[in-house]
């Protein structure tokens, strides 16, 4: 059993930057993969950023340049560093574990991009 706690969300203003950090109880080194979502009010989640174990990495189109995800195998934490932040960035940003043969969610964090 894996638990995954997310932190780092906050209000922000547009042009801002954050970094997300989610820490697993657990050893991430087996991990298949893991990832950020995001989910606004109304929206369907959507996959923002994923990286593998071998470190290869996926962005949505809208973030990328301005996201960059990362994981230290050793403090068994991935982040998720948010620059140049616009309002439509707005959403809850969850953390995700795939082990390959089961996802791991944790509880999310606010992120609000507004002046």
């Known amino acids: 059993q894996v638990q995954l706690v997310e932190s780092g969300g906050g209000l922000v203003q547009p042009g801002g930057s954050l970094r997300l950090s989610c820490a697993a109880s657990g050893s991430i080194t087996s991990s298949r993969s893991m990832g950020w979502h995001r989910q606004a009010p109304g929206k369907q989640r959507e996959l923002v950023a994923g990286?593998?174990?071998?470190?290869?990495?996926n962005y949505l189109d809208g973030v990328k340049g301005r996201f960059t995800i990362s994981r230290d195998n050793a403090k068994n934490t991935l982040y998720l560093q948010m620059n140049n932040l616009k309002p439509e960035d707005t959403a809850v940003y969850y953390c995700e574990l795939f082990t390959g043969l089961r996802t791991y969610w944790g509880q999310g964090t606010q992120v609000t991009v507004s002046a």
């Open positions: 990286i593998s174990n071998s470190g290869s990495t």
